[in-house]
Structure formats: C-alpha cells, structure tokens
C-alpha cells in the first residue's frame, strides 16, 4: 500500500507540473535528467560563482532598483531552484530587488496583455516560443542589440549552444535569450520490454519499429504498447513529427501555411496507423498516457524531457526500470526534434531597469545560472560545455546518464515556428485538432489537413 500511495501522489503531482510543463498549454519544462539535485554540481557552483563574479560585483552599481520577472517557473522543485538564483545573483548585486510574478503558462499571456493595457509594464517576461511572433509584436519587447554593448552580448552568447540561439529570433535578429528548453523523448520500461522478449538495450528507432514492439508489447503483456502526446496542446512535438517526414509547417517568410502537404499528410497516415493496428493508446489525451507510464502499464511513451524526472520518481517507487531514447525516425530520414521551452525578454523602457534585468538575464543564462537550472530544476544546460568542467555539471551528468538522448538531440534541435499575427492561438488549434482527427477518428487525411490548411490561411496576416 505505501508504494501504491507513493505512485498515486507523484501521478497526482503529474496532474498539476502538466498544467505548466508542455508547450502553449504548460511550461515545457525541460527535464534532463534523473530526479534529484546533485550537491556537488549546486555547491561548485557556489565556488565558481566566488571565482569568476568578483569583477562584476566590483561594478555593481549601489543605487536600489526593484524588477518584476513575470515566470511560470515557480512551482514545487523549481521554485527552490529560481530562489538560489536570485540569492546567488544578489550576492552579486544587492542593490537590485528580483521580483517574482508566478503565473500559470496557460494564463501568462492575458496577465501582461492585461497589465499593458493597466499601464504596468513587465521588466523581464519568459515566453513561450509559439506565441513569440504575437509577444514581440504586442509587449513591447525591447531590441536587445540595443540594449547591451555588442561586444558583451557576444561574449555572453559564445557559450550557448548554436542551436539554440536560433530559436528566439524574429526576422533573423536575436530579441531575447533562450532560457528553458526540452525535446521529443521517448521513455520506455524496460520491464515491460524484457516481459515482452524485447531487448532494452535496443529500443525502437523508427516508427516502423515503434508499431512492431507495441504490438509485441501488447500481445505478451496485455499491456499498452504505446501513447504520443502531440496532439492536444504540443504543436511543437506534431511539428517534430511532420518535419521528420520531410514536411513543412509555413513557408520561409511566414506567409504561407503549409502542413497539410504531401510529407504532412503522409506522416499523419502512418500515426493513424498506429492506432488502427492496436499498437497507439485510442485517447490523445496526453494525461492518459502519462498516468499509464507511470503505473507500468504503458511501454513507451514519447513526450517531453519536461516529465523525466517525475517519471522516474514513479518508476523507482513502483520498482521497474525507466530508459529514454531519441523520437523515432521515418526509416532512413533524419529526425527534426522541434524544442519546446520559452526565453527571457526586457519589456521595461526605464534605462536603470533594464540594465537590471539584462544583469539578472546574463547571469541566470550563465555557466552559474545553469547548473543550478539542469541540477535543481530539471532543464538541460543550454551551456554544453559545463557538462564537462568539474566546477559545474560534470560530476552531474556521470550520475545521471538518461540525460543523454535529450542532450543529444537539443545539438541539433530546430526552432518551434511560431505562427504570425494575432490570430496564431487559432492557427494552432486548426493545426492540432485536424491532426487529432486525422489520427484517432476514421475521417479523409488528405481532405482534413488541407481543410485545416487553408482555414489556417485564411487566419494568416
């Protein structure tokens, strides 16, 4: 019964990290790794924080100035982690007052449309990067190269990883840093998969393969073989899986609608596929698959980094062995894992203000600042090399190695599209309710997503 009540509460606890962990509709809080912060990792960052912040803290101006940080990053674990820090910054600059606005992801953009148009401006605001076309265009978002030397932002840039800093761009200029960030992970139980006579050394890598162990899965265990969660509120993981077709969401210059294609249409008949063979959970509800992962009644799962951790916890509390993998492929043709995950941005037109809230950004998009991101608060360091250096993660990563396929693909990982002018909420929707269609009912695939196409279209700027 204890083990029982362990696993209910961490599905429980699912209920709420998934209101504020997935794409839009949640935080997509990047998971990297196993559950758990690692000391070392927290306590060299404390030494290298003394090393190498002296001179910045020697410039540090003594007059007050208080800045609000508008996040979704405030809950339960990663709570703590923001909270070291603000003290670990402010250590630095104890003139400047970090003011932490906690707001659900899924209600973040009424808040600041709705304190705009009170007259209050927000200094730093994290958002998501499907709505960041719509952000830019609508909170004043302040130019970064306008902002700061260009010779410090280069320098702060030159450790991100080059993928990375692909993502917060609009028309190729960079108007904020990347901050959190996961991809399409899929997990499997190796218990399941060894019931099954299946090697879990050898997970599935094309989706081929994926239908042919869920069936197997099914058939030895009476258990579901497998679930995807991209279908309601995670356009960012439909993105990865028509984009690993070989398909296209918009044209190049944004103007043109383009996922009801040739590639997007053939990649929604194999997923439809999988569900007519048995081998897909018949709900494309996400939480559903979720709760059946973590209760060892689903062999895999591919959904985001976000949730590792946590499904980890409920794996080790029910005694079965969790793995990750990279997304599936489409046979020979190499995956395109969409990110999901939002950056940091300077609303404030008050110059004092916004040299605070680039200090706060700077540092918390630092070497520092990430190690206490991947260790506390379950992100991977969008820093690769500190994976590596004994002052910040290496000891780190050596203890928690399902970090891998996640750090793997964000190397290569490709930007979230985000749908232009105000009418993108509904783009998106069109996109993922065709889709859903497409996958889970008995409907004409071709006619439904260039149905949703052109609709989509005619929603475009």
Not at 25 to 46: K, R
Not at 90 to 100: A, H, K, Q, S, T
């Amino acid at each position: 019964m204890g083990v029982m009540k362990k696993v209910l509460s961490i599905v429980l606890l699912f209920t709420l990290v998934f209101t504020t962990a997935c794409s839009d509709t949640a935080q997509d809080d990047a998971s990297t790794g196993q559950t758990g912060e690692s000391n070392e990792a927290v306590e060299s960052t404390d030494a290298a924080d003394a090393d190498d912040s002296t001179d910045e803290a020697d410039e540090a101006s003594e007059e007050p100035v208080k800045i609000t940080f508008y996040t979704y990053n405030y809950t339960n674990e990663q709570k703590d982690g923001v909270d070291k820090m603000i003290a670990d910054f402010n250590g630095i600059y104890p003139n400047i007052e970090i003011e932490v606005v906690f707001v659900q992801s899924t209600e973040i953009h009424t808040k600041i449309q709705a304190d705009l148009a009170a007259g209050i401006t927000p200094d730093i605001v994290q958002v998501v990067f499907d709505a960041l076309d719509f952000a830019v265009n609508n909170y004043g978002i302040q130019d970064l190269n306008n902002l700061v030397d260009k010779a410090e932002l280069e320098e702060h840039l030159a450790g991100f990883e080059p993928a990375a800093l692909e993502v917060p761009k609009v028309d190729d200029k960079l108007v904020g840093l990347p901050y959190v960030f996961s991809t399409p992970v899929l997990f499997y139980n190796v218990a399941l998969f060894e019931e099954a006579g299946l090697d879990p050394d050898a997970p599935p890598t094309t989706w081929e393969e994926v239908e042919e162990y869920a069936l197997q899965i099914k058939e030895k265990t009476e258990k579901d073989g497998f679930a995807n969660g991209a279908y309601i509120g995670n356009d960012w993981l439909l993105q990865s899986i028509i984009k690993s077709n070989g398909g296209s969401i918009m044209s190049e210059d944004k103007s043109t609608i383009e996922f009801g294609g040739a590639e997007g249409v053939e990649a929604m008949t194999a997923m439809s596929g999988l569900t007519k063979s048995g081998a897909q959970m018949a709900s494309a509800d996400p939480t559903q698959g979720i709760e059946a992962f973590t209760k060892g009644e689903l062999g895999m799962l591919l959904y985001t980094s976000a949730l590792q951790a946590s499904m980890l916890d409920a794996a080790n509390a029910s005694g079965w062995e969790m793995r990750t993998a990279k997304m599936p492929a489409f046979g020979d043709k190499p995956t395109v894992p969409v990110n999901s995950g939002s950056g940091l941005f300077i609303c404030s037109t008050d110059k004092a203000k916004q040299d605070a809230a680039w200090k706060f950004i700077k540092y918390v998009t630092s070497d520092e600042g990430y190690t206490v991101i991947t260790s506390m608060m379950g992100y991977p360091p969008l820093r690769p090399a500190i994976m590596d250096d004994e002052r910040y993660l290496k000891t780190w990563a050596m203890e928690n190695p399902l970090a891998g396929p996640n750090l793997e693909q964000l190397s290569y990982v490709t930007p979230w599209e985000s749908f232009p002018g105000n009418n993108w909420y509904q783009i998106e929707t069109l996109f993922l309710e065709a889709a859903t269609k497409c996958v889970y009912s008995d409907v004409d695939i071709e006619k439904t997503m260039k149905d949703a196409q052109e609709q989509a279209q005619s929603l475009m700027p």
